[in-house]
Structure formats: structure tokens, C-alpha cells
């Protein structure tokens, strides 16, 4: 049982690339997101989607688009990637219901130059 | 801006103390819960109170949710450690219970 699978595990762009990350998930949760984290700041949610089909703005939504391709499947996109883009990105799902756990994937360390 | 805030940022203690870390949020929630980061790692989920709930207890965790002051607890006893990681709590809102919004955490260092 994998649980929460993110690629890639590092990536180096330039600024001005672009990339997709990608995040799958076996458990069949409902809800899936994408978090950043940032030295000292927590965890700033960019995007969520709260059930199959639906896709919501976060806490910081600038420069991502997401798309919910399937069930199991959440990506990140970064069309114009920028320096302030460097972090290391979280992927999480959790069951549908409020009284529920997240489940973490390992992380992408992203940075930009 | 985030829902919770955590205080102190950082802690250091001797293994056998006890470790309490504080969350603050803003809005009004269904549940809060608490997590832990190891170095470089993700997120583990330790503990879930509902905000109907006071206290909760689970090994050595206990957590504490006052929901008119919109704060919680979370007391590690007899650290250990292992117990050396991030912790940080997290927020479902009664608005929005599709959303799950985290704290800026506590580091804690727990000295062998």
C-alpha cells in the first residue's frame, strides 16, 4: 500500500520553465491537496480539491494551476516558473468527511534559478 | 493569512520533560488536529480533537481545545528523543470542511 506518491522527488528549473508535479493517491480519498512549505511559514495551502471533479483556490494560488485528473490523481502545474516558486511542495489527500486524517506524500524539493 | 498560528516557534528540552506546544486559529472549526514532520520528511497525522471535544488523550499526547479563546494544546509527556521533529496543528473550518489549513508549527528539540 503506497499511500501518497509524489514525482518528481527534486527538480532544478530555470526561471521562465515550466513543469507539472505530479501526485497520486491509493486510498480512494475524495479530497486531495497541495501544500508549500517554506523555512519558518508552515504549510500554505495552494490548491485543493475537495472531491473528484472540483478544484479550489488556497491561501496561495499565484502562479499554479491544478487539475484533478481522476480520483487518484492531483497535479501541480507551474507554467512560468519564478525564484520565489523555490520550496519544497507537499501533496496530501484525506477521506471525504470533516473528522478525517491527511496523508502526506514525501515532498518535491523545487528550486528555481 | 493561515488559520493557525503556533507558539513558541521553536523549544528545546531535556529528554524525561514535558513539551507543550500552543495553536491559535482564527475562524470558527469542526475539528483541529495535530502533525509531525521529521526532518526532510512529510507530514504524520498524532491526533484529531472535534470542536466539541475538550481534552483528548492518546500514549503520551494529551490536547487541550478551548474553542471561545479558538485555541489548543498539545503536551508531549517524558519526551524522548525521538521525539525531535516539527509539529504543527491544522484546521478543518465549519465554513469549509473541505479544507484542511496549517499552522506556521513548532520545532522542538529534545536533548538525550
Known amino acids: 500500500n503506497a499511500g501518497v506518491t509524489q514525482t518528481p522527488k527534486f527538480q532544478v528549473l530555470k526561471t521562465g520553465q515550466s513543469m507539472t508535479l505530479q501526485c497520486a493517491q491509493d486510498?480512494?480519498?475524495?479530497?486531495m491537496y497541495w501544500y508549500r512549505q517554506d523555512p519558518g511559514m508552515g504549510l500554505r495551502l495552494i490548491y485543493y480539491?475537495?472531491?473528484?471533479?472540483?478544484?479550489d483556490k488556497g491561501e496561495v494560488p499565484n502562479g499554479y494551476n491544478v487539475s484533478r485528473l481522476n480520483k487518484r490523481e492531483f497535479s501541480l502545474r507551474l507554467e512560468s516558473a519564478a525564484p520565489s516558486q523555490t520550496s519544497v511542495y507537499f501533496c496530501?489527500?484525506?477521506?471525504?468527511?470533516?473528522?478525517?486524517?491527511?496523508?502526506f506524500g514525501q515532498g518535491t524539493r523545487l528550486t528555481v534559478v | 493569512s493561515q488559520q493557525g498560528e503556533e507558539d513558541p516557534q521553536a523549544l528545546s528540552i531535556q529528554e524525561g520533560e514535558n513539551a507543550t506546544m500552543n495553536c491559535s486559529y482564527k475562524?470558527?472549526?469542526?475539528?483541529l488536529q495535530w502533525y509531525r514532520q521529521n526532518s526532510g520528511r512529510g507530514l504524520v497525522h498524532l491526533i484529531l480533537?472535534?470542536?466539541?471535544?475538550r481534552e483528548k488523550h492518546s500514549g503520551r499526547l494529551r490536547v487541550t481545545l478551548d474553542t471561545s479563546k479558538k485555541s489548543s494544546s498539545l503536551l508531549i509527556t517524558a519526551s524522548r528523543a525521538a521525539d525531535t521533529a516539527s509539529y504543527f496543528c491544522?484546521?478543518?473550518?465549519?465554513?469549509?470542511?473541505?479544507?484542511?489549513?496549517f499552522g506556521q508549527g513548532t520545532t522542538l528539540q529534545v536533548k538525550p
Open positions: 480533537i472535534r470542536s466539541n471535544e
Open positions: 486510498m480512494n480519498h475524495n479530497s
Open positions: 480539491s475537495a472531491s473528484e471533479g472540483t478544484t
Open positions: 491544522a484546521t478543518v473550518p465549519s465554513s469549509n470542511t473541505g479544507k484542511l489549513i
Open positions: 475562524t470558527s472549526i469542526n475539528n
Open positions: 496530501a489527500s484525506r477521506r471525504v468527511g470533516s473528522d478525517t486524517e491527511a496523508f
